[in-house]
């Protein structure tokens, strides 16, 4: 409940006549000063109501906000989106309208992104603020520290749920793409896996003696080769065939095994090609003004 402000005055103007028996100016004056002061801080007085002339940041927050997180979409079950803060000092007039969030044109939304805020009220203004974007996701770390040169099994892997927005080299959410891996270099446990650590496990040797086999028409024919270059599971690599002595091409099967691609030959399937993990670039852009 608000103060009776005008009873608190006369008490103190009585309390002094009492005391006094008379009041003067100057007193009179002092009662009236401390019941302006007291005014001016009483909740829903001037003060109260010069705030209230100017628009507040949070409602700008706010509309920066949902106008990005309806624009994001549901691309993502775990994204969110902070705006970030405004300085407290802005005093932009209190808009009479509803408050119209924006982004430039050809602006793409990314980890951080800005947007734009405008009155087109009575005092119209536009102000723009950084808004950041946080994906998070279940991505394959270390379950321990491992060397280099290691082979990566099953045991090797964990998952954990990470913010992925700014993660620019990339992560792995899908383990067929580590297992059989071999580390480039030592990984720390707890570390993220990304695909530019690990490399293909070299099965074929180059100058290896391996078993060529071919296959046409239901005959299936095998022969000595030599290989003359290294080669990882269901890679192409250059075989010498050691009988006829010609050169042909062919994929590894197995540490011993090369099939060879015969002309015409349709159904050689290679490795998946690497591609790097998911980004938090949602690749959005808007037209607005």
């Known amino acids: 409940m ?3 402000l005008s009873d608190f005055v006369g008490n103190l103007t009585l309390r002094w006549q009492r005391r006094q028996g008379v009041v003067g100016p100057r ?3 002092s009662c009236l000063y401390i019941g302006l002061w007291l005014l001016l801080l009483a909740p829903g007085g001037a003060a109260g109501a010069a705030e209230r002339q100017w628009q507040h940041t949070d409602d700008i927050r706010a509309a920066a ?3 990005l997180r309806d624009r994001i979409g549901n691309s993502s079950g775990h994204t969110t989106v902070e705006a970030g803060a405004l300085d407290p000092r802005h005093r932009l007039p209190l808009c009479d309208a509803d408050l119209h969030a924006f982004m430039r044109r050809g602006t793409t939304i990314g980890p951080r992104t800005i947007i734009g805020v405008r009155c087109s009220g009575t005092t119209s203004w536009t102000v723009h603020i950084p808004v950041n974007v946080f994906v998070s996701a279940d991505i394959l770390v270390a379950a321990r520290t491992l060397p280099p040169g290691h082979l990566i099994t099953a045991s090797d892997l964990t998952r954990d749920r990470r913010d992925v927005s700014r993660m620019n080299a990339g992560y792995v959410t899908d383990a067929k793409e580590l297992i059989g891996q071999r580390l480039k270099q030592q990984l720390i446990a707890g570390r993220p896996y990304t695909l530019s650590l690990v490399q ?3 099965l074929v040797k180059r100058g290896q003696t391996v078993t ?3 296959s046409s028409g239901g005959i299936n024919v095998s022969m000595a080769g030599k ?9 192409r690599i250059r075989v010498e065939n050691l009988n006829s002595g ?3 091409e062919g994929i590894v099967r197995s540490r011993e095994q090369v099939e060879i691609l015969l002309p015409g030959t349709r159904d050689f399937s290679n490795a998946t090609p690497k591609v790097t993990g998911s980004t938090a670039d949602t690749q959005a852009s808007n037209n607005d003004r």
């Open 2 to 4: 608000e103060p009776d």
């Open 27 to 29: 007193q009179l004056l």
């Open 65 to 67: 906000e949902a106008y």
């Open 200 to 202: 293909a496990d070299r």
């Open 212 to 214: 060529l086999v071919a």
């Open 227 to 235: 290989a003359l270059t290294d080669g990882a599971m269901n890679q």
């Open 246 to 248: 010609r050169i042909v």
